[in-house]
């Protein structure tokens, strides 16, 4: 079981050595390693069926590796307890599955599960922790809405909260902006964005190059072929390597300090 806050602290939130991934008979991706450390923000690209979620579900533990190993704040996830790794890593999923109605304060909640004490209730400080987690996404108010009446972007807002309720070192998000109008795109990456500042990790899949080039201080930029190239932003956001890995030509601009992407 893995307590050691001490020596998770000292090491890296996240790490892969020597990491190739396969679905089926396909290899996905190549051997490549990375290192995520307090503060930074990492991207995954890549066209549909490259690998991303794949890679991301890796990294959270959720799946083994094919090849090569994944150590989570310094250890293998099989040292890590379900609670413990809870606590540190938290995972957004790309889909929202909603079975039953339930109120949005009680979905939130649900993000606060890995902190309960010993009889499993949540106390004030999960409420006003998920009250601040739903203000943060622009949905005061609708904390006793019925989950199944909201809107796609207003649900997949209620996921981000109850992932911020839950408040890890280490954020894993899968397409983030699912259903997201673009005051929400900018709004949630710039939380996140600022979560890492504060010290915490982001990893997340993203299919807007863009807002990857403004947001990530690293990008995987998996190719749907194999190929994987991974680095600093500036070093991968290229548009010859983008143009190949995306099946479509891209053009490079730089507007008022900004790097845009366009396509051809
Ligand atoms: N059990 C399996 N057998 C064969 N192929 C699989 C299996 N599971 C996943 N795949 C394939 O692996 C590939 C990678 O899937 P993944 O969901 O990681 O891609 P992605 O990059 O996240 O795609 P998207 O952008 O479309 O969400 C896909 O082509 C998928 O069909």
Known sequence: MKTS?????????????????????RWLCCEFSLKLAMGECLVLLGPNGAGKTTLL??????????????????APYSEWSTLDAARFRGVLPQQQPDHFAASVLESVLIGRHPHLGRWGWEGTDDERIARAALADVGLTGFEQRDILTLSGGERQRVAVAALLAQAPTLFLLDEPLNHLDLRYQIAVLSLFRQ??????????VLHDINLAARFADHIILLDGQGGVIAGDRDTVLQADCLSHAFGHPLRRFELDGRITFVPD
């Open 57 to 74: 579900h890796t990294l959270a533990g959720l799946r083994a590796p094919s090849v090569g190993t994944v150590r989570l704040g310094g």
């Open 195 to 204: 979560l890492a500042d504060q010290g915490r990790g982001v990893v997340m």
């Open 5 to 25: 806050g001490a020596s998770a602290s000292a090491s890296p939130l996240l790490e892969a050595d020597r990491l190739a991934l396969q679905a089926g008979e």
